[in-house]
């Protein structure tokens, strides 16, 4: 039911910025937690930020410090500032949202750093 939509990945050079967002539609009512997850190649899927609707965050210990999970409950939007990108940071970014038992995903965005 609840549709996932990403946008905002793309291209940049190291230290550079970048702003994921994340619209879900499908739910009368505000999603308990959103987030983002991360998979570059040949490597497990990992959480990088996430979000509830209390505003508790958790994030990766590699991306403290440059990386900023905010939401709108209102619009069921989750955002993903982005800065000071490194090469590791490459990776396809997916969006989460947890609702009830339920468990969606978005289609992911690339990201890809350049050094």
């Known amino acids: 039911q609840v549709q996932l939509v990403e946008s905002g990945g793309g291209l940049v050079q190291a230290g550079g910025s970048l702003r994921l967002s994340c619209a879900a539609s499908?739910?009368?009512?505000?999603?308990?937690?959103m987030g983002w997850y991360r998979q570059a190649p040949g490597k497990q899927r990992e959480l990088v930020a996430t979000?509830?609707?209390?505003?508790?965050?958790n994030y990766l210990d590699s991306v403290k410090g440059r990386f900023t999970v905010s939401r709108d409950n209102a619009k069921n939007t989750v955002y993903l500032q982005m800065n000071s990108l490194q090469p590791e940071d490459t990776a396809v970014y997916y969006c989460?949202?947890?609702?009830?038992?339920?468990?969606?995903w978005g289609q992911g965005t690339q990201v890809t750093v350049s050094s």
């Open positions: 979000m509830t609707s209390g505003a508790d965050t």
């Open positions: 499908g739910s009368r009512f505000t999603i308990n937690l």
């Open positions: 989460t949202a947890r609702h009830a038992i339920r468990i969606y």
